[in-house]
Nanobody
Framework: QVQLVESGGGLVQAGDSLRLSCAASGLTFSLYVMAWFRQAPGKQREFVAA????????YYADSVKGRFTISRDNAKNTVYLQMNSLKPEDTAVYSC?????????????????WGQGTQVTVSS
């Protein structure tokens, strides 16, 4: 049974940093492209960042480029999202997702497995 479990969310002030983690089990982690998506209340799910199987390639949404960094540790079956210079508009539930793909994709439908999400709230 595949499980993705996020942690690290919380309530912070604008300008602060947070580091999200997503621990995976039940799959060969190193074979999966991993990504973070987010969904704010009343809005559609939004792609945030993705990382290739080896970690050598990353891709970011324009809204987070230069502020967020995605990384992975295949030995620990974990993907991370370092979020710096947080803004109120970053407030959302952040979910990690796994795609058995050869290339990074931003399309949610290409991700077969999802975590339950962790809440990030940024106050102004």
């Amino acid at each position: 049974q595949v499980q993705l479990v996020e942690s690290g969310g919380g309530l912070v002030q604008a300008g602060d940093s947070l580091r999200l983690s997503c621990a995976a089990s039940g799959l060969t982690f190193s074979l999966y492209v991993m990504a973070w998506f987010r969904q704010a209340p009343g809005k559609q799910r939004e792609f945030v960042a993705a990382i290739s199987t080896s970690g050598g390639n990353t891709y970011y949404a324009d809204s987070v480029k230069g502020r967020f960094t995605i990384s992975r540790d295949n030995a620990k079956n974990t993907v991370y999202l370092q979020m710096n210079s947080l803004k109120p508009e970053d407030t959302a539930v952040y979910s990690c997702a796994a795609s058995y793909a050869t290339m990074i994709t931003t399309t949610p439908e290409r991700y077969a497995y999802w975590g339950q999400g962790t809440q990030v709230t940024v106050s102004s």
